[in-house]
């Protein structure tokens, strides 16, 4: 049997707790010989996507794992699906975003001018380096970004030992582009584009299965089901 799961919208701490739980399951299912995910995500929480990314590392050494972007692979959900034996896009997929990047408010300045002040007390010179009622100083911002620098350099290190990129290829995705399938597939990122059907036969006649995938969909939270007996 090829186990499909889905991996749409943002890399979340919901989506890692499900995924893990599945890729669990699956392990131990001695039908299940293999596993295919189908993906159209953008990414997400940098934690999450490495949880994940350690568990399929493990689960594809003892079965082969398959993806096929039918939407977008990036960031996080590109590095999850990296360990994949084969990757497939349809013509329009959008792969890569090799990168980082951290969001945070400073809203000192208009707290300013509407006359509001923030009274603080703290330990540690670096204690208020996230807060948003202050403009980070110079070290701050250096510690700041030598965490994303390091993140960053996890994400592009697990890409290139497992997609196996020379160095031209590593030179190419430093910046964090975002590519379209054939261009992905020059770069190495992923291995063909093709149909959606197509994928899922090669899939099919990589593994010597007869059956076409059989889907985990998760089921909707009650209430909705319950609502949706009325309409």
């Known amino acids: 049997m090829i186990y499909g799961l889905k991996i749409h919208g943002s890399i979340n701490e919901k989506m890692q707790e499900y995924l893990i739980s599945k890729l669990d399951f699956c392990e131990r299912n001695n039908k299940i010989k293999s596993i295919l995910f189908d993906v159209n995500s953008g990414g997400g929480s940098a934690t999450s996507s490495e949880m994940i990314y350690n ?8 079965k082969p794992i398959y993806s096929v972007v039918t939407g977008m692979a990036a960031s996080g959900a590109y590095m999850i699906v990296s360990p994949s034996k084969k990757i497939f896009s349809i013509k ?11 969001i945070m408010p400073d809203v000192s300045e208009l707290l300013g001018k509407i006359g509001v002040k923030i009274r603080q007390e703290r330990l540690g010179s670096h204690k208020n ?22 993140i960053y350099n996890i994400f592009l290190q697990t890409v290139i030992d497992n997609r196996k990129l020379n160095d031209s290829q590593i030179s190419s995705i430093r910046e964090s582009d975002i590519y ?7 770069l190495n990122l992923i291995d063909n584009v093709c149909t959606y059907e197509d994928a899922i036969r090669q899939i099919m006649n990589d593994t010597g299965e007869n059956s076409r995938p059989y889907f985990d969909v998760p089921k909707l ?4 089901r319950i609502i949706g007996k009325f309409i």
Do not use: C, M, W
């Open 221 to 224: 939270p009650i209430i909705y």
């Open 92 to 102: 329009t997929g959008i792969i890569g975003s090799i990168g980082v990047y951290s």
């Open 129 to 150: 380096a996230y807060n948003p009622f202050e403009s980070p100083d110079e070290e701050s911002s250096k510690k700041q970004r030598e965490i994303i620098e390091g």
């Open 180 to 186: 379209l399938a054939e261009s992905a597939k020059g």
């Open 55 to 62: 568990r399929v590392l493990q689960v594809s050494k003892h």
